[in-house]
């Protein structure tokens, strides 16, 4: 029988779509399918609001942090708990608080170091009446402050098979014959595409049929990773994609997965390969190292080149060996990632910091 009764208000303050906005619409989605009544309060004119708005979702808009805190003072009341998925409205929630009186749920999907300002950040984090984090990496910063930080997971929906559009990926970029090498990741300083594209130059080197491909939007790294290319004459053979709308079931194509981070609370779209048995080369920063462990593919330290590269090569060599990682990898997606252990761990979350 379908638990009833709770009002949640799920909170995300960001405009693009990356892996907290589509946490956010699975936790919605499995609140409303238990029969609790969820509602979004969603940056204005951002992708989530309309994807949420697509699937019958009640949404609500706002158009920046002071917006986000008057709309919530306003209309708080409405809701048993309010959930905070993104950093940048905790504080406006915790000042609202003062007037609606609503506990507040934060789900922290980073693992950056602490940075200047200490003191507020530990002001804000214990006025929320539960900090959530994806991995036990996000769980550190928070703990090292006295903060009690449960730790759950993000979840990953089943991929559906479309082997006719992969053939239509491949035929475009005339990549039939080739195996390909992929990430999935923004340009930007965090996501080290410059360690990954030397990585590649050496791996290049070694097997003439190889080919890494590079899906991602424009970052603060841009310059340098197209630089890079063309320093290594990898025009060829490093090919930058830019941003691709549902591109996880491309990842099928793959005869290797790699994720160079240098930080990464847990990485989603390492758990989205993993789901399509392809094998995983990942450094061990923040919380891939709890996520490509136990024998689900094989790490290196963040900027390690030759370690990428040959950990790349015996991917690429020893193709039985990997796909023996990649299945314990589907596996064990399959048991500890699941959408329907997220939400209930949510629902029981909100129901011990509301007393019940």
């Not at 997971?153 to 080739?178: C, N, T």
């Not at 950990?311 to 299945?327: D, T």
Request: aromatic content about 6%.
């Amino acid at each position: 029988m379908a638990e009833t009764g709770l009002r949640i208000l799920q909170i995300n303050t960001e405009r693009g779509w990356r892996g907290g906005e589509r946490q956010t619409l699975l936790t919605a989605v499995g609140l409303r399918a238990r029969g609790h009544h969820v509602e979004l309060l969603l940056r204005k004119g951002s992708a989530l609001a309309e994807r949420a708005r697509a699937l019958g979702l009640v949404v609500h808009t706002a158009g920046g942090g002071f917006a986000f805190g008057c709309w919530l003072a306003i209309h708080g009341k409405r809701y048993d708990v309010l959930h905070a998925q993104t950093a940048k409205v905790v504080a406006w929630a915790v000042a609202a608080a003062a007037v609606n009186d609503r506990p507040i749920v934060f789900s922290r999907r980073t693992s950056f170091a602490l940075g200047a300002g200490v003191w507020l950040t530990r002001l804000k984090w214990r006025s929320v009446a539960q900090m959530v984090a994806i991995s036990e990496a996000a769980a550190q910063a928070p703990r090292s402050l006295g903060v009690p930080t449960q730790v759950i997971p993000s979840a990953v929906l089943p991929i559906v098979s479309d082997p006719s559009r992969i053939q239509r990926f491949l035929k475009q970029h005339a990549l039939e014959g080739r195996r390909l090498v992929g990430t999935a990741a923004a340009l930007s300083v965090e996501k080290d595409p410059v360690t990954l594209i030397h990585a590649a130059a050496k791996v290049c080197a070694q097997f003439d049929d190889v080919v890494f491909i590079h899906w991602g939007a424009a970052g603060a790294a841009s310059h340098a990773a197209h630089q890079a290319i063309a320093e290594l004459g990898l025009q060829d053979r490093y090919v930058l994609l830019g941003f691709e709308q549902e591109v996880e079931p491309l990842f099928a194509a793959l005869s290797v997965f790699v994720m160079a981070s240098r930080f990464e609370a847990l990485g989603s779209s390492v758990l989205d390969a993993m789901l399509q048995n392809v094998p995983i080369v990942s450094t061990n920063a923040g919380g891939l190292k709890e996520t490509v462990s136990q024998g689900r593919g094989l790490v290196c330290a963040p900027g390690d080149v030759d370690a990428m590269a040959a950990h790349i090569s015996l991917m690429l060599a020893q193709p039985e060996q990997a796909r023996a990682m990649a299945k314990v990898a589907c596996t064990a997606v399959q048991t500890d990632y699941a959408v329907d252990s997220m939400v209930e761990r949510y629902i029981e979350l909100y129901r011990e910091v509301l007393g019940h």
